[in-house]
C-alpha cells in the first residue's frame, strides 16, 4: 500500500504538469488533434501506471499465495480497455474517461472484484473523470437492447493493459460477430438515437449558440456517420474493414476538415470553461474569432465569419450523416421503410426514386438549367431527399449556371412553384446548402449562416426564414384548435406564392448591422422582384409586407380589445387580404424565433387583432361613424342577455355594472359576469374576494375588492414573490369603488399544477398582501435570494414613451427595459406613487428585455404632460438603481 501511496503523489504531480504544459501549448497554436493525441497519451500512462502497481501487484501477491507463475504486466483473462471517444483517442481536456474491465470468465470477475475498486478509486482521487464498466467476453458479444451505447462504444476499443489474447478475441472474433448478427437492430437503434438527438435540436445546424458536440452536425454526428458505415461494412465482410475506404473520398476530405476545426474548436471551449462545457456561447465565439481557432487561414474579421466558417463544416458533417442514415436500409423504421417504399414509385421522365433518394435519369441532364429547377421542384413537391450523386451533379453545374443565371419569368415560374409545395423549406435548406439559393437570389447571399445576436432568436438568419415558411406549411398538418384558425386563413389567401417569397426576403436587410434592417431589406426585396420580373401589384405586395412585418406584433402590445388600437392598425393595413397575409407572416415569424416564442397566449392574442380588424374592415364608411355608439348598443345587447340568464339578480347586476366601462364587457362573458356579481355582493362578509382558474396555457386570478392605494403594485408583487410570471393583467372599476382586477400568468415552477393544496394557498397569501397582514418586502426578497439571477448577456437600454392617441381615455405608457424579477411590482408601486391608476398591463418578454404597455389615467383622465415627465423621470431613476 505503501508503494502506490508514493506512486500515487508522483502521478498527480505529472498529471497537474503535464496538464498545464497542455493547456499552454494549446493557448499558443490552437491545434487541437495535437491536444487531444497528448491527453490521451498522458492517461494511458497513468492508468497503465496504476495497472501495474495496483492490478498485477494484486496478481502477483495471489500467484506467490498460490506457487504459481504470474507475468507481472500480463494477468491471465483479465485486461483493460479504452472504449468510445477514449478508445478512439479523443481525450478532450475534461471529457469522461471510458473504461472496460474485460473478464473471460466469472473467476477472473470474483478475483479482481477489490483490485478493480482500488484501481478506479486511485483515478478518481486524480480527480479524473472516469467511468468505468465491467463486463465478461460473452457478455460483450450480446447486445443488450437497454443499453446499445455501450455495444456502440465497443466499436473504437483499444488495448490498454492485460492479458492481450483476451482483447484480441474481443476485436477480432466478440465484436465482428456481434455486429453480423445484431447489424439491423444496432443500426435501427443507432439511427433512433440520432434523429431523437436531432429533433431535440430542431432538426437544424443553424443555432446561435450550439453544442458543438452533441448538436446536428457535430462531432457526435461525425461519430454516427463512422459508425453506420463501419457498422456496414463489418456486416458484409464478417472482419474489421479498412477504414480508409468506408467512405467516398469526397466525403473523407470534408469530413477530415470539419473533425480538424471541431476538435480545436472542443478542446478550446473545454479549456476556457474550465469544465465539460461543449455551448458554443457567445462570448466564446469572440474569443475563437479573436484566435482564429481552428481557421488560421481564413479570412476572419469578426465573429459572424468565423460562425461562417463553423457552420460551413457542422453542415458537411450533418449532410454526411443524414445521407448514411437515408442510405442505408437498416437505418430506416419499419414505418419509414413502408413509405420510403411508397415514394420510391414517384418516379418521373426526368428523376428517378430509390429508397426516397432522388437520382438523375439522364447523367448530363443538369446542364439544362429549368431541369435544375424542376429537381428541386420535385423534392419540394413529395418531401424527397438528393441522392449524394445527383448532389454531386448539382455541384458540378454550377459554375456553368453561374455564367447565365435563369431570371425573369422563367425563374419566378418555378419559383413560386416550389415555394407553395408542401416541403418548400426543405427544398430551400437544400438549394441553399448546394450554393444554388444565393446564385439565384444574390439577395439572399449576405444572410446565408449570418448570426445576428438579439438574445431572442435561436437561429442563423436564413434558417429563421426557411422556419417562417415551414411554420406555415405545417398548419395544414397542425390538430391544435388555434392553429387551425391560421390554417383556414392560409387556405383563403388569393397568391399565397407571395406571401412566401416576403418570407424569404423579409430579414434580408440584417446583412447589414444596422438599428432598422428594415429599409435595406426593402431594397433587397425590389431588386428580386426586378431580376423575377414580378408585376407591379405583387410587388407592391412584397413590399408592403417586408415593410410591415412588425407592425402586428407592435399592434399586439396594445389592448387587442381597444376599438382604438384595432381602428389605427387596421386603417393602416387597408385591405382584407393584406391583414391575412399580414397575420400569417406575423404567425410564421414569431413562431420562427424560438420554439416557445408562439405561446397559445400570443397566438390567441394574434387571432383577436386580426378578428377585431377584419371587421372593421369589412363595415361600410357610414358604419364606422358610429362605433361609438355601436359599442353603447353593444353594451345594452350584453345588459339584456344577462338579465335573462339571472332575471332574479337584475338589480345585483344593474349596481355591480354600473361605471365599468364598455371594454369590461367585450372581454368577459356572461358566466365571468354573473360570477364577479356575486363576489361583488359578498364584499359585506370579506373585504377580498378572490377566484382562481386554469384557462388554457395559463391562470386566471380575478380580484374584487374595495378599490384602495397600491392595490395593484401589491398584487403583481405578490404573485412574482410565488415565482409567477404575469403576461397580462385588466384593472377595471364601477362606481361605487369596486375593482375589477384580472390577473393572467403562467407558473414557471409548475407549483399549483404539482400541489393542488397550493391554489388556496396562494388565495389566502394575496389576501394577507393586499389587507395588509403579510410583508411583501421579505416575501420578495426570499424569492430573489432562492433564485439565481445570472448576469445579463446584453444590456438593454430603458426607454419609456407615452401615447395619448392610442386609446380613447388613457395613457399608454411602453417600457423596454432589462428584465429581471419583480420588474412589474417596482414600476407598478412607483406608477401608484404618482397618483396614476393602471386600467390595463400588458406584458411581454422577449429573451431578456421586458416590453411592458400599461394603460393609465390620474383622476379618471388621461395623464397630463408635467405627469408624464415626472413619472419618466422617476421611473428612469428606479430602474437605473436597481440594475446598479
Known amino acids: 500500500m505503501s508503494t502506490v501511496v508514493g506512486v500515487r503523489g508522483e502521478i498527480r504531480d505529472l498529471y497537474a504538469q503535464e496538464s498545464a504544459a497542455l493547456a499552454q501549448d494549446f493557448l499558443a497554436t490552437g491545434e487541437g488533434r495535437t491536444a487531444l493525441a497528448r491527453r490521451t497519451a498522458l492517461v494511458d500512462s497513468i ?18 499465495a498460490s506457487g504459481s507463475a504470474y507475468a507481472l504486466d500480463l494477468p491471465k483473462n483479465f485486461a483493460l480497455v479504452a472504449t468510445g471517444g477514449y478508445g478512439r483517442g479523443w481525450l478532450f481536456p475534461h471529457s469522461d474517461i471510458d473504461l472496460l474491465f474485460l473478464h473471460g470468465d466469472a473467476d477472473s470477475e470474483s478475483e479482481y472484484k477489490d483490485a478493480i475498486r482500488r484501481f478506479s478509486q486511485e483515478l478518481w482521487d486524480l480527480r479524473l473523470k472516469l467511468s468505468p464498466v465491467t463486463r465478461s467476453l460473452a457478455e460483450c458479444e450480446r447486445l443488450d437492447p437497454n443499453n446499445v451505447e455501450f455495444a456502440i462504444s465497443l ?20 465484436v465482428p460477430r456481434l455486429v453480423g448478427r445484431d447489424c439491423q437492430s444496432l443500426i435501427q437503434n443507432l439511427a433512433e438515437l440520432t434523429r431523437s438527438r436531432h429533433h431535440k435540436f430542431g432538426n437544424t445546424v443553424f443555432h446561435l449558440e450550439p453544442n458543438v458536440k452533441d448538436g446536428p452536425g457535430g462531432l457526435r454526428d461525425y461519430n454516427v456517420a463512422h459508425w453506420l458505415a463501419l457498422v456496414s461494412a463489418m456486416e458484409k465482410l464478417r472482419v474489421w474493414p479498412d477504414v480508409k475506404t468506408l467512405l467516398p473520398v469526397s466525403s473523407c476530405r470534408a469530413l477530415d476538415a470539419a473533425l480538424d476545426f471541431q476538435v480545436s474548436v472542443r478542446c478550446f471551449l473545454h479549456f476556457r470553461h474550465g469544465r465539460h462545457d461543449n455551448t458554443l456561447t457567445w462570448e466564446a465565439q469572440d474569443e475563437a474569432a479573436a484566435r482564429r481557432i481552428g481557421a488560421s487561414d481564413a479570412e476572419i474579421s469578426n465573429a459572424a465569419d468565423w460562425m461562417r466558417v463553423y457552420f460551413g463544416h457542422v453542415r458537411s458533417v450533418h449532410r454526411v450523416c443524414n445521407q448514411l442514415l437515408e442510405e442505408i436500409p437498416a437505418a430506416w423504421s419499419s414505418l419509414y421503410r413502408q413509405f420510403q417504399g411508397w415514394r420510391s414509385r414517384v418516379t418521373s421522365e426526368d428523376f428517378s426514386v430509390v429508397d426516397g433518394l432522388i437520382f438523375l435519369q439522364r447523367p448530363d441532364g443538369l446542364r439544362d438549367p429549368e431541369l435544375l429547377l424542376r429537381l428541386f421542384h420535385f423534392m419540394a413537391e413529395h418531401g424527397l431527399k438528393l441522392g449524394t450523386t445527383t448532389e454531386y451533379k448539382v455541384e458540378q453545374a454550377l459554375p456553368a449556371l453561374a455564367a447565365t443565371p435563369p431570371r425573369g419569368a422563367e425563374l419566378w415560374l418555378y419559383l413560386q412553384e416550389t415555394l407553395v409545395q408542401r416541403h418548400a423549406a426543405d427544398a430551400l435548406r437544400s438549394m441553399n446548402a448546394l450554393r444554388l439559393l444565393a446564385l439565384l437570389l ?9 448570426v445576428v445576436r438579439d438574445f431572442y432568436h435561436r437561429y442563423t438568419v436564413d434558417e429563421h426564414s426557411f422556419l417562417a415558411i415551414e411554420n406555415l406549411h405545417r398548419l395544414k398538418e397542425s390538430k391544435s384548435e388555434w392553429e387551425q384558425r391560421f390554417a383556414e386563413l392560409l387556405t383563403e389567401l388569393e397568391q399565397p406564392e407571395v406571401l412566401y417569397l416576403a418570407l424569404l426576403l423579409h430579414d434580408s436587410g440584417k446583412a447589414v448591422p444596422s438599428e432598422n434592417h428594415i429599409e435595406l431589406s426593402l431594397q433587397l426585396a425590389e431588386s428580386c422582384c426586378q431580376r423575377l420580373d414580378l408585376d407591379q401589384r405583387d410587388r407592391e405586395t412584397v413590399r408592403y409586407l417586408v415593410a410591415s412585418h412588425l407592425e402586428m406584433s407592435a399592434a399586439m402590445r396594445r389592448d387587442v380589445f381597444d376599438p382604438a388600437n384595432v381602428k389605427s392598425f387596421a386603417e393602416k393595413v387597408g385591405a382584407p387580404e393584406r391583414l391575412k397575409m399580414l397575420c400569417l407572416m406575423t404567425y410564421a415569424d414569431i413562431k420562427a424565433v424560438n420554439p416557445e416564442a408562439m405561446t397559445p397566449w400570443k397566438a390567441d392574442n394574434l387571432w383577436q387583432l386580426y378578428i377585431g380588424s377584419a371587421n372593421y374592415l369589412s363595415r361600410s364608411a357610414d358604419e364606422r361613424v358610429h362605433t361609438g355608439e355601436e359599442g353603447s348598443i353593444a353594451g345594452q345587447a350584453n345588459l339584456a342577455h344577462l338579465h335573462s340568464l339571472a332575471p332574479v339578480a337584475g338589480k345585483k347586476i344593474n349596481i355591480f355594472l354600473d361605471g365599468l366601462p364598455q371594454r369590461y364587457l367585450r372581454i368577459h362573458g356572461a358566466t365571468d359576469v354573473l360570477a364577479h356579481a356575486e363576489m361583488a355582493a359578498r364584499l359585506g362578509q370579506d373585504g377580498v374576494q378572490l377566484s382562481l382558474k386554469q384557462v388554457r396555457h395559463w391562470y386566471e386570478l380575478t380580484l374584487i375588492t374595495t378599490d384602495r392605494p397600491f392595490l395593484f403594485a401589491s398584487v403583481s408583487g405578490a404573485l412574482a414573490a410565488w415565482g409567477m410570471n404575469i403576461v397580462k393583467a385588466n384593472a377595471f372599476s364601477n362606481a361605487a369603488g369596486t375593482v375589477v382586477d384580472t390577473f393572467y400568468f403562467t407558473d414557471r415552477f409548475r407549483t399549483l399544477e404539482l400541489n393542488l ?20 418586502a421579505r416575501m420578495l426578497r426570499d424569492r430573489l435570494r432562492s433564485e439565481k439571477v445570472g448576469s445579463a448577456k446584453v444590456k438593454i437600454a430603458t426607454q419609456i414613451e407615452f401615447d395619448d392617441h392610442s386609446s380613447a381615455h388613457s395613457t399608454l405608457m411602453q417600457v423596454l427595459t432589462q428584465d429581471r424579477p419583480g420588474l412589474l411590482y417596482r414600476m407598478c408601486s412607483l406608477v401608484s406613487k404618482h397618483d396614476c391608476n393602471i386600467e390595463i398591463a ?3 418578454t422577449e429573451g431578456q428585455m421586458a416590453i411592458d404597455v400599461l394603460y393609465l389615467t390620474s383622476g379618471g383622465a388621461k395623464l397630463s404632460a408635467t405627469r408624464q415627465v415626472a413619472l419618466a423621470k422617476a421611473l428612469r431613476e428606479e430602474l437605473a438603481e436597481k440594475e446598479a
Open 757 to 776: 393544496q397550493e391554489w388556496e394557498r396562494l388565495k389566502k397569501s394575496i389576501a394577507a398582501v393586499i389587507k395588509g397582514e403579510a410583508d411583501l
Open 155 to 174: 466499436l473504437d476499443c483499444r488495448y490498454l493493459a492485460g492479458d492481450r489474447a483476451l482483447f484480441s478475441r474481443l476485436r477480432e472474433k466478440a
Open 47 to 64: 492508468v497503465r501506471r496504476l495497472w501495474q502497481e495496483v492490478v498485477v501487484s494484486s496478481a502477483a501477491e495471489n500467484s506467490t
Open 442 to 450: 444574390p439577395e439572399l447571399k449576405g444572410i446565408e449562416a449570418l
Open 842 to 844: 400588458l406584458i411581454e
